[in-house]
Structure formats: structure tokens, C-alpha cells
């Protein structure tokens, strides 16, 4: 079992800049694969960055490759998603996602263990 809690969503600016945070907690946290994901109203699911826990492998979707950085801190049992140049497209629920396994997908029906969410909205 792995239990995931973010944090870190608000309201910015367009071309401002947000650090989402997501606490990791359970046996199996040094064999998985970490991603985030965003949902906007009345859109599915999309994948935004991965990475794995264990390695320096990481993952991003063409909509955010140069604007979001995924990290992780092992000692805080930690992931971080840094989202810079903020766009009014990027704003939805965040989620962090686990899956067992030493790489990440950009398939949300192959990660088992879901965060609740963090909002991040973007609007002048």
C-alpha cells in the first residue's frame, strides 16, 4: 500500500510560478514509479511528468516539457512537481499517482495508488 497527500495549489498568474508537493508514505515507496496527473472540468485525465523513485529516469508530456521539472527528496519521502511560465490551460486538479514499478507510464489506469488532488488555477 502507498498513501499520497499533495499540496501546493493556489491561484496565480498567468507566466507565474508554482511548486505542487506530494508526501509519500507505505512499504513499497523504493519500488515505484511516481507521475502526476491533471484534470480539468470535463476533460479525461492527462498525464503531465513521471519519474522513478529509485532512479533519474524521468518523463514529461510535450505540453509541459521546458516549463515543469519532476523531483523527489528520499529522506522527506517526497515528489515534487515545479511548474514555471504558468498558462490559463495548465490550471486544473493535480494529482499525484503511484504505480509498482521502476519506470513511469503515462497511463493512468496503470497507477494503483492516487493523492486526492491539489487545485491550481491560473487567471488575471
Known amino acids: 500500500q502507498v498513501q499520497l497527500v499533495e499540496s501546493g495549489g493556489g491561484l496565480v498568474q498567468p507566466g507565474d510560478s508554482l511548486r505542487l508537493s506530494c508526501a509519500a508514505s507505505?512499504?513499497?515507496?523504493?519500488?515505484?514509479?511516481m507521475g502526476w496527473f491533471r484534470q480539468a472540468p470535463g476533460l479525461e485525465r492527462e498525464f503531465v511528468a513521471g519519474?522513478?523513485?529509485?532512479?533519474?529516469?524521468?518523463y514529461y508530456a510535450d505540453t509541459v516539457k521546458d516549463r515543469f521539472t519532476i523531483s523527489r527528496d528520499k529522506a522527506q519521502n517526497r515528489i515534487y512537481l515545479q511548474m514555471s511560465s504558468l498558462k490559463p490551460e495548465d490550471a486544473a486538479v493535480y494529482h499525484c499517482?503511484?504505480?509498482?514499478?521502476?519506470?513511469?507510464?503515462?497511463?493512468?489506469?496503470?497507477?494503483?495508488?492516487w493523492g486526492q488532488g491539489t487545485q491550481v488555477s491560473v487567471s488575471s
Open positions: 499517482a503511484a504505480r509498482i514499478s521502476t519506470v513511469p507510464s503515462n497511463k493512468a489506469k496503470e497507477y494503483a495508488y
Open positions: 507505505g512499504r513499497n515507496i523504493s519500488n515505484t514509479a
Open positions: 519519474l522513478g523513485w529509485s532512479s533519474d529516469y524521468t
